[in-house]
């Protein structure tokens, strides 16, 4: 019996951070619906549970682990969010116009020629 359930489970992706953090999602959820919108919650809570499962078992490696990568992305965009709109009372940010690579520029300094460190365009700026 430890024999096929070893065998069943060879290949299978596992839980990543996506994964936890979904089932950490149906948790909260299942006990919110214990005391507030039970028809609403409870299902979306075990569905939620479901596609945990879902990508736990999955033998489609490529596909699970593309997902948890778009999903470690957004988080880290996420986590970027406050030091950038802390620098944004100080600095102003651009985009280079030929490599799109962006650039912080000190505020108060009047119009200013920018100069691109990774492709060496010059451009000008109010700041």
């Known amino acids: 019996m ?9 290949g299978r992706y596992g839980a990543d951070r996506l994964t936890k953090h979904l089932m950490i999602l149906a948790i909260v959820l299942l006990i919110v619906s214990l005391f507030w919108g039970r028809r609403v919650l409870y299902p979306i809570s075990i569905a939620v549970m479901v596609y945990a499962y879902f990508r736990t078992f999955s033998k489609n490696i490529p596909r699970r682990y593309s997902e948890g990568m778009a999903y470690e992305r957004f988080i880290g965009r996420i986590k970027k969010l406050p030091r950038e709109m802390s620098m944004r ?16 520029i000190p505020r108060g300094k009047g119009r200013i020629e920018v100069t691109c460190p990774k492709c060496r365009t010059s451009f000008i700026k109010k700041s």
């Open 2 to 10: 430890a024999e096929k359930l070893r065998r069943w489970l060879y």
């Open 89 to 104: 009372r100080t600095h102003h940010i651009y985009r280079c116009p030929g490599c799109r690579q962006k650039i912080r």
